[in-house]
């Protein structure tokens, strides 16, 4: 599993896609498909926090769910850093901040490779 992290439109899709030679079918925007590949392809989920928070929203729970996908699939999980800035007053976006932050934390202890991009260039951190 790959991690790709950094902020908006820093072409984080774009490098995953040139460095893991990854097809556009196999681009996912915000959902975790359930279809099953073979086991040398890569699935991109990109836009992670977007599908944390939809879970969120639907009272789901994401950690159970992306943890069950996680366990069946080769992926590179692309994710909007959205921890930094101002600490927002409504909870629920304190909770999707929080929530997300844990979920990627654990999804980089468990990366073969985590790596951070900032303006189309990636920095392997892990």
């Known amino acids: 599993m790959i991690l790709i992290i950094g902020g908006a439109f820093q072409g984080k899709k774009e490098y995953a896609a040139l460095t893991y030679k990854v097809r556009e079918e196999e681009c996912f925007d915000a959902v975790l498909p359930s279809e099953n590949k073979d086991s040398g392809d890569y699935y991109i989920i990109d836009h992670l926090h977007a599908w ?75």
């Open 52 to 126: 944390i928070r939809e879970t969120l929203k639907k009272g789901e729970n994401p950690e159970e769910k992306i943890e069950s996908f996680l366990q069946k699939r080769n992926c590179i999980l692309i994710c909007d850093e959205i921890g930094n800035g101002i600490v927002p007053t409504d909870s629920f976006e304190r909770e999707y901040r929080e929530r997300t932050g844990r979920i990627l934390i654990r999804i980089a202890e468990e990366a073969d490779e985590v790596v951070r991009v900032f303006c189309g260039i990636g920095q392997k951190i892990k």
